[in-house]
């Protein structure tokens, strides 16, 4: 039987020596900053392909069809096909006519990570000139040749033809004739105006799908290369604090013995076991007597938010508007309260995996991230060897949500490939994913806002306290030792200006965040939606709440509130879509109590991430006798501007809206004072089929706008949608999630003692 | 210790060195380098690792290969020849209609949890051709998805419900 390996380079030289390539390039320097902006270190490799080069972007070949190189990695959510469609459109060649190939550090050019569901948005602009200015190009060339002036030429599918005489033609790949040749970049070749789209906007089925559903796509989890060792690392069940790593007592190698041919590898606190056998690498890491040093260091789950209140805080005003105290003084409403978040967990299905074959001089890395630059600069890091020598192929993993442990998953397999001296593949265990997690950080809050007479928000604040992203990998700091150190944020690590009250018209506006220091809580990251779930949680009730104090509608009472005509169109947009009849925010405790056990109820909220604009409504039912909440149908708009691909990004809000319905109703990371406690999916629950709610996901689009994102703004407000629908069923708000029947129960029955 | 242990995989037989405690998933992705079984938790609790022992889905992650004894093994590679011969149909399709019918609802995001979907709802479909929604979920419950591609895996699994009786009812004419 054939190895599954998959052999698949397209080393940039070849494609050169093979000619028949016309390339142009261009400056990334705008991606760069961006990146920055949002947290995200983004290093120049020293030895891409020169973005000014114009052999970096676009390749023509000479059977009619198109390389385009893209920086930007899949991760499960359509971008891939999204950004070929650009490039196709504007080269006018059909789909089967374009391809991309493995995204690899020494052979594509450097777009900074794949975060922020922003590679159309960032991605898509570049790619689009590029396509543009090749065309523009080849449309000269196909002038000389068939002794036409270029408004005269038609193009389709790559044929560039005589209008009206259509026998007079040649093919792009004729054009190119074998022979490179150099180009400037300009950035100025005309864009096709969206009244001439025929792809962009339309639902091209995703290229990844068809292997996908097969079977015969490449997951990291499947690449093997003959030789190569099976890893597993061997740490505590469950991270401890952040700042304190993990120390080993003693490591007893004996224990293992019996299994032969398992081999310890130790580098100060890293402990891992290789082996021939896949089963005897599982095996002797469980069978691994290790003891660990365990501080009591954590607050546990109990005690989370009390210690983040009496953390000593750095504090930074994000936003200042108007005259808030004053606005409080003098208005006719006002609600104020404190809510709680959890830690959250990526928890991808399938724990990460890596494959490193290190070399004395060089290494090979295969593995999954958001950001092949970031994880070489890492691996090279644990390595001891310069970022040159290290090479990063990416595969697409399990979906990966933000910052699982990708980079973890590198920097061991590389570690242990270096002692090993042979290819090690790493996979890490169920608990060891679940257990290491780069959590989504915890959050608290306090929240008050007020309305006037008339119903409008005059005053709002926000005091959010959360710790920043962790930034040393676990395999790193166990091995080097290095100290546990935070991103300085702020991005979207801080109180957010783009989706607290900034919907809404309000004059009066403060938003502080106090920033607590990480190291004695669990080790953080970005996790789908940094942070806004527990934000829209905190906001998106207030808001109602103000809308039950005015005895509005809460859809009205939005709309009357909302100044900006793309918060209006998602709002109408899912009020429609939902059938949304007024209520006068419906709970009446005497009325709902006769009605018996279950309880129905419908929420609305909007939210957003860093762009973009979205809106959900909730219809969920309670079971008043074990506070059992089960959403029945969540409905979810997204304004993302230009939508390249309705189909891909209707997937993406669908998946929005179940992913969003788990976080709020069971997810939440539980520990000790000593370690994580949720280790499996039993500790750590996900919706399931049977408490999945139907869903309806719409797409508002803009063709004459640009991309914005779209892989994460609808978690916020579909979440608040629920707890919105909480209150609107029973009259009960809860002001800490995850919904669970041991929180909602209690609450229930408060409200009747 | 490991020992000589024949399986019966895919309509093939298979003779591997593997401890007796080996649980048959890393026999049938490493020994027999096959893609579809995967591993996700190593605890039976979410799907990933899925195959059919003689028709019944079963989680390869906590099966030892010892167990599993001359009882008739498909993973994904072999669901399409299953399949043909549940149905007679005289040869095997290059798709499930489960299959087929996960691409025309694009239901797929990452696709890592679709080995254990697919086998999951191919053995519901052999057991109630039409299954209704409440059967869907009930019998797919088992099976995490951490995407969220639940709503279009149900759609999807009563659309192949339908190709595969026209299907059958095409090819049983012919």
Known sequence: ??????????????????????????????????????????????????????????AI??????????????????????????????????????????????????QGGTVASASVARGGP??????????????????????????????????????????????????????????????????????????????????????????????????????????????????????????????????????????????????????????????????????????????????????????????????????VTAAFGAAQHLVSQSYRGPYQSHAPFGPNCALADVKADSALV???????????RKVAQVLGLDIEKVTIRYYEGSGTYGRSCYDDAAQAAAILSQAAAKPVRVQFMRWDEHGWDNFGPAQLADIRAAIDRDGKIVAYEYHGWQHNWGTTETSQQLALGTPAAESPGPGSQQVSPFNLGAMYAIPNMRLVNHHVDGVRYLKGSNLRSPLDVSFSFASEQTIDELAFLAGMDPYEFRQRNIRDERWLGVLDAVAHAAGWTPR?????????????????????????????????????????????????????VLDAGLCVNPGCLENQISGMLVQATSRMLKEEVTFSTTNVTSLDWNSYPILRFEECPAVTAMVVQHLDQTPSGGGEEVMGPAAAAIANALFDATGVRMREYPLTPARVLPALERRFA | MAYGVRIRVNERSWRVDAAPDTPLLYVLSGELQLNGPRFGCGLAQCGSCSVLIDGVETRSCVTPVSAVGDRAVTTLEGLPAWYARQNRLPKPPALTPVQQAFIDEQTIQCGYCYNGMTIKACELLSKIPRPTEAQIRSAMNGHLCRCGTYPRIIKAIQRAAEAARATAISEHRQ
């Open chain 1, 1 to 58: 039987m054939k190895p599954a390996t998959e052999a698949f380079t397209f080393p940039r030289r070849d494609l050169l020596k093979a000619g028949g390539a016309l390339l142009i390039g261009f400056a990334l320097r705008d991606t760069v900053r961006a990146q920055s902006a949002e947290g995200v270190a983004v290093v120049a490799g020293p030895d891409q392909p020169d973005p000014n080069r114009l052999d970096t972007w676009i």
């Open chain 1, 61 to 110: 070949h000479a059977d009619n069809t198109a390389t385009i190189f893209i920086g930007f990695v899949e991760l499960g959510q359509g971008s891939s096909t999204a950004l070929l469609q650009l490039a196709a459109e504007e080269l006018d060649l059909a789909m089967t006519q374009v391809k991309s190939i493995r995204l690899e550090s020494h052979t594509m050019p450097n």
């Open chain 1, 126 to 323: 570049r790619i689009r000139l590029a396509a543009a200015e090749a065309r523009q190009a080849l449309l000269k060339m196909a002038s000389q040749k068939l002794d036409t002036p270029v408004d005269r030429l038609r193009v389709s599918g790559g044929v560039v033809s005589v209008a009206g005489d259509p026998k007079k033609s040649v093919t792009y790949g004729e054009l190119v004739g074998g022979k490179p040749f150099n180009l400037p970049y300009t950035g100025t070749a005309p864009l096709k105006s969206f009244g001439d789209y025929k792809l962009v906007g339309s639902r091209v089925l995703r290229l990844d799908v068809p292997a996908k559903a097969a079977g015969k796509y490449v997951h990291m989890q499947h690449v093997r290369i003959p030789g190569m060792l099976h890893g597993r690392v061997v740490r505590p069940r469950g991270q401890g604090a952040y700042g304190d790593g993990a120390r080993v007592l003693k490591v007893e190698e004996g224990s293992i013995a019996d299994i032969r041919g398992a081999r310890v590898i130790r580098k100060r606190d890293f402990i891992g076991v290789v082996a021939e056998n896949e089963w005897d690498a599982v095996r002797s890491a469980r069978q691994l007597k290790v003891t660990w040093d365990q501080p009591a260091a954590l607050p546990g789950t109990e005690g989370l938010h009390q210690q983040m209140r009496s953390a000593k805080t750095t504090d930074r005003i994000v936003l200042d508007n108007g005259d």
């Open chain 1, 366 to 376: 295969m593995c999954s991230t958001q950001n092949i630059y970031d994880t070489r």
């Open chain 1, 584 to 636: 006068k925010a419906a709970y009446r405790s005497d009325r709902r109590r006769a009605e018996g056990r279950l309880a129905t109820g419908r929420g609305i909220a909007l939210g957003t991430h860093t762009s973009s604009y979205a809106a959900a409504v909730a219809d969920i039912e309670v079971d008043q006798e074990t506070g059992k909440i089960v959403a029945r149908h969540l409905y979810g």
